[in-house]
């Protein structure tokens, strides 16, 4: 491993050279007008992928975005690890709150800013530049590994079910391995053992047949952003709880051994919420911040419109109003079953005065693996040995529905390996990696794939 | 008055041409960008008048965008009119719920099409064209009449109270004159004798320094587009009332003939119901319709924005969210009072979570004026000419704070001759004036001078 490692070290610049050009290409896949971009990221990770040494890779067609393949098969009788990342991006809008071009890769302080640096191009890269390191310096790697990146991952992955259940030879292996998440704090690197799930919807409620004068017709009618305004205050009650019925239902509660746990990580909710700029922090009463963001499901607006919403005044009623509301759900919350009492909850509360539509955008599971599984103890190692540091085991807000996925259709386990921050600003503007876990993470990778082949 | 009707009738399709003319500029005066048009359409109305045979016309700069001011002051021991109108314009969004453009008059079905068709060029345009009818065919008109045609009134007359202040002298006159509202219904010619004032607010939250990803924060922080809901949701109690503490202390309320008289207007809710296209009606409980809109104050939601609103799914808490709120008044309500007790509940109901700002953008006092006043009874006449009816006489929900204006500082009545129609579109898509009532206006304003004449 010495030599590997020496290489990596040696290679550290054009590591970030190269990051660069990745990221350079907007592809975000949540707007039609960047599908070329999108495309072009697919083509420059499969480059990366032969570059690095990798065999058969190409981009499969899916009926959305092509996914990424690429594999190196040759250590039989070693564990197959399914390495999974994702070549597109979130959009960058508000861009006027981006210190600098979200897709002009800049370093400032140690940290590489951009979007899709951390959230997922970077983490994917690691992993490409932990394989070019084994095979250029030995010739070899130490276990067989495929690549599999996806270009739907924040669009929800729409595609990705049909393409495992239709892949399922091709894809077969002995672990996922993902890195798409952030370490527990800066200086703490961590394995995250559990994920929450996504229902995501989008409420549209229409009053009138078009916009009003608020002067002419206000008071006779329903006005639907005052509606929406109504039923949204009715999704939660004054200690945070939401009311949506039967919602909290399924939720596993939080183990007595899990809560003694967190209490003893470095978390200083102080310096959290400044860091945040928030006020003061708020959430369901009876739990403390990390116990809500990672054991408890929740309920968030996402997005408000209706009306006149530039500068200055325009007097009318608004014909629609329209809400997007994503809930996080957590063992053992089903996405279907809340999707289904969230939209019956909606239509309960929508008043006779205004039409409603919900839409079902988009949902994934939440998930959970146990400590003691002989490859969360190999990665564990591999970032002890990648960071100088025994990595601390939490679990995460976010949602990786892949991961689910994986468990269900394949039967696979999930090793989720990540080394961004908690304030990467990932699906925010100025979104940043920290360059030194991102060289920490590819030495890392090279060692996972050392500790993972000694689990056979 | 034959030769000067004869006159009217023969031009009927000139003055339509003409007023295409006038309607084709996009005289914006909310949105900077269209300055050089509001401009233009103030050269324009100049011009006009001067076709139209008036006197003394120019442009007087303000602050702001120009007013316009011709006059005719050759009837000695007559009354003076001071005739007001505007011709700046709504903005158009959302344009692509218009069926032809705004800036393209289009007629269909007898009815004209525009932006600023009804609001107010067309009714400005009915009067210049009633004098130039008068001294084209008699060379003279039977009073005195001074224009005053002003380009900010879609953002709240901001500069007009001063303007009055500092021109008394040559604004001074016996009556002011309006064509800015509509009638009663088609085929229901109205002299309106209130109109509600106006609070305009706007409410901006915010929670965190920026967007978080709602999966890794989701639950810790407030999400100000939920804690905007809350506090919107805290404004009225489910039988339409404003809980602002205080709000209603002023109110006049309605007097038993008035409701009596309104009762036997031919208003058909079904029907109204139906145009506007709403599932059901509503508003404060124990009023009707025509008393919720014409003599009780309201409070609207006019925009909301907040995080994500374009097509998909994007997984943010918002750093920021913002309402737009605006409250109709009746006397004797006072703009500043209800400003303040607005401003102090939203302080009031504010968590401590989010950071508030309120911000007022304008407003406008309420007006009453009496059945029996001697110009709004030549008004009547008037108009019975001009259409062969009998007006009903109405008030009107909206609001047009300058007629406060002149009567506080100018100390003068004014008559509200509008022949606009209820479903007329003003600051909706596709508003629209009927061809008919625009060339029964042209007639009765010719009347109009007539009547008044006669007053003295």
Chains 1, 2 share one sequence.
């Not at 990798?54 to 098969?73: A, F, K, S």
């Not at 959430?283 to 006149?308: D, H």
């Not at 969230?342 to 006779?352: A, G, L, N």
Request: proline share 7%; glycine share 8%.
């Amino acid at each position: 491993m010495n030599q590997v490692v020496d290489f990596i070290n040696v290679n550290r610049d054009r590591y970030v050279d190269e990051l660069k050009q990745y990221l350079a290409i907007p592809s975000i896949s949540a707007l039609p007008q960047h599908a070329a971009d999108v495309r072009r990221a697919a083509e420059w990770t499969g480059e990366a992928l032969k570059t690095a040494g990798l065999q058969n890779v190409r981009l499969i067609e899916t009926p959305g975005n092509p996914v990424v393949y690429g594999d190196w098969l040759n250590a039989p009788g070693k564990p197959t690890i399914l390495f999974y990342g994702h070549y597109d991006v979130q959009p960058v809008d508000p861009v006027e709150l981006w210190t600098s071009p979200p897709f002009e890769a800049t370093v400032r302080d140690g940290e590489i800013y951009a979007r899709g640096s951390a959230d997922d191009k970077g983490q994917v890269f690691m992993h490409i530049k932990a394989v070019e390191a084994h095979l250029k310096q030995t010739g070899s790697l130490p276990l067989n590994i495929k690549f599999f990146i996806e270009g739907e991952e924040e669009v929800g992955s729409v595609h990705l079910d049909d393409f495992v259940r239709s892949h399922k030879q091709e894809l077969a292996a002995d672990v996922v391995v993902i890195s798409d998440s952030p370490m527990f704090d800066r200086g703490i690197p961590s394995i995250c053992y559990g994920l929450r799930g996504l229902v995501y919807c989008q409420i549209d409620l229409r009053g009138t047949k078009s916009d009003l004068h608020s002067g002419s017709f206000g008071g006779a009618v329903a006005n639907p952003a005052m509606v929406l305004a109504q039923m949204l205050a009715q999704m939660k009650d004054r200690g945070g709880r939401i009311k949506v019925p039967g919602f909290y239902d399924a939720v596993r509660p939080l183990r007595d051994e899990e809560r003694a746990e967190w209490k003893r990580l470095p978390f200083n909710e102080t310096r959290y919420r400044k860091e945040l700029g928030a006020p003061k922090l708020f959430g369901e009463s009876g739990y403390t911040t990390l116990e809500r963001t990672w054991a408890r499901p929740t309920l968030e607006v996402n997005g408000l419109l209706a009306g006149f919403t530039g500068e200055g005044a325009k007097t009318v009623i608004p014909a629609v109003s329209m809400a997007k509301v994503s809930m996080r759900l957590v063992p053992d919350q089903d996405p279907d079953t809340i999707a289904k009492l969230f939209e019956d909850y909606v239509r309960k509360i929508t008043p006779k005065t205004v039409e409603v539509k919900v839409t079902r955008m988009h949902g994934g599971k939440p998930w959970m693996t146990e400590f003691d599984n002989p490859f969360v103890k190999a990665a564990g190692r591999a970032i002890e040995k990648g960071f100088g540091k025994t990595p601390v085991f939490n679990r995460e807000g976010g949602s990786i529905p892949v991961v689910a996925t994986f468990q269900e259709l394949l039967n696979l386990p999930s090793v989720l390996f990540g080394v961004g921050l908690p304030d990467e600003n990932a699906h925010a503007p100025n979104e940043k990696l920290d360059l030194g876990n991102f060289h920490g993470g590819i030495v890392a990778s090279a060692y996972l794939y050392d500790e993972i082949a000694r689990t056979k």
